[in-house]
């Protein structure tokens, strides 16, 4: 079974992480939310605090397929600054394994040099920051390996996205039809 890891830094944009969350696991995916600090439970862009699932210390990187950062602006300044998840973010694109980004989030891709010559998308005023990148207005952009999206309002496509990915087009179809999702 292939498994996600999602991670979470004080300011995420909630509806971004548990959409994604939730479609991945009605599909049988393993995803773990996983706190940065060695905390339990972190607050979101709104005032919701989450459990998570694990904490950074508790990750073992090597049974993961894929990495995905949530978006909110105060998150994504959160996971760029904590290095060690920075460094696991590189070692997983060099590997050429999925790494995924939401909202804010992919202008961490950008930063870091990994979407040169890609397609990705962003929320809106954000494009300048991904460096190197075509820049596409769809909701979800899939290259190679990398994985983007727009923001809240995506959140479910970013899902369905990731979810054909891992678990076939077939099964992102048939989660489409369980919640009732039109586009």
């Known amino acids: 079974m292939k498994r996600i890891a999602m991670f979470f830094s004080e300011g995420y944009e909630e509806v971004e992480a548990i959409a994604v969350v939730d479609i991945c696991r009605r599909c049988g995916l393993e995803i773990d939310m996983v706190s940065i600090t060695e905390e339990p439970f ?6 919701i605090v989450v459990g998570m699932d694990k904490t950074f210390s508790q990750v073992d990187f090597g049974e993961y397929d894929m990495l995905v950062l949530p978006g909110g602006l105060k998150g994504t300044q959160g996971l760029e600054a904590f290095e060690p998840l920075m460094e696991q973010i590189d ?9 995924g980004a939401i909202c804010a989030a992919p202008s961490i891709f950008g930063h870091r040099g990994i979407l040169k010559g890609r397609k990705a998308c962003c929320y ?3 494009e300048q920051e991904l460096t190197g990148a075509t820049v596409s207005r769809e909701n ?31 099964k992102a179809e048939e989660i489409k039809q369980q919640v009732v999702y039109k586009q």
């Open 124 to 126: 809106p005023g954000f």
């Open 140 to 170: 979800v952009a899939v290259d190679g390996h990398v994985v983007t999206s727009r923001g809240m309002g995506t959140a479910t496509d970013f899902g369905l996205a990731i979810a054909a990915i891992f678990c076939g087009q077939d």
């Open 42 to 47: 972190v607050k979101s862009s709104h005032g």
């Open 91 to 99: 070692r997983f694109y060099e590997k050429g394994k999925y790494i």
